[in-house]
């Protein structure tokens, strides 16, 4: 079982936005602004698109977006295009004894 | 261009050991930590551990589920990283990813990936 908990999966029509939750401890997603999240297109590495819960690396859409409140970080994707099919994973800092975890991954259809 | 890039992976008997190397370029590897990300067939992405940069003297940090077992070196001189899998398990077996962390505290440049079998 991962450590943070995602959706399995999740779907929206292109145009559309969607939302993906990623939920932690205060451990975790709840004491650090550092979740992170990744791209991963299929048979790829995973790509950085959100960096301290809301910042975007240079050369990332702004469709892309991320957000935090309590123990639960979310990655919204607005105006859905078919590239964006492919799966993504949270990931939070969470101390010294674990450093980190990823939450256990979300496919997003397009459809 | 920065760029990572693994090797070393293959099939290996349970007991085994492997190293894995991961090659950087375009960017002062010295400067940032490296960590090591699996990620099992189908399932999801593992954090294995991970060397800090030169200035904090390299020191690493493990997963518990590889600590003892995995051991993460670097050389800064050839800009490579490596991982040192010792004891290996049929669980082990993954995509081995090697990821610059950025002062960001993420993950913000990854390699190819390397796949390791272990089986009998």
């Known amino acids: 079982q991962s450590a943070l908990t995602q959706p399995a999966s999740v779907s929206g029509s292109p145009g559309q936005s969607i939302t993906i939750s990623c939920t932690g401890t205060s451990s975790d997603v709840g004491s650090y602004n550092l979740v992170s999240w990744y791209q991963q297109l299929p048979g790829k590495a995973p790509e950085l698109i959100i960096f301290?819960?809301?910042q975007r690396p240079s050369g990332v859409s702004n469709r892309f977006s991320g957000s935090k409140s309590g123990n639960t970080a979310s990655l919204t994707i607005s105006g859905l295009q078919a590239e964006d099919e492919a799966d993504y994973y949270c990931?939070?800092?969470?101390?010294?004894?674990?450093?980190?975890?990823f939450g256990g991954g979300t496919k997003l259809a397009v459809l | 261009e920065v760029q990572l890039v693994e090797s070393g992976g293959g099939l290996v008997q349970p007991g085994r050991s492997l190293r894995l190397s991961c090659t950087a370029s375009?960017?002062?590897?010295?400067?940032?930590?490296m960590s090591w990300v699996r990620q099992a067939p189908g399932k999801g992405l593992e954090w294995v551990g991970f060397?800090?940069?030169?200035?904090?003297?390299?020191?690493?940090e493990y997963a518990a589920s590889v600590k003892g077992r995995f051991t993460i070196s670097r050389d800064n001189s050839k800009s490579i990283a490596y991982l040192q899998m010792n004891s290996l398990k049929i669980e082990d077996t993954a995509v081995y990813y090697c990821s610059r962390r950025s002062g960001a505290d993420a993950f913000d440049i990854w390699g190819q990936g390397t796949m390791v079998t272990v089986s009998s």
């Open positions: 301290e819960v809301s």
């Open positions: 990931c939070s800092y969470a101390g010294t004894t674990i450093h980190w975890v």
């Open positions: 060397t800090r940069s030169k200035a904090l003297y390299g020191t690493t």
């Open positions: 375009g960017f002062p590897f010295g400067d940032y930590a």
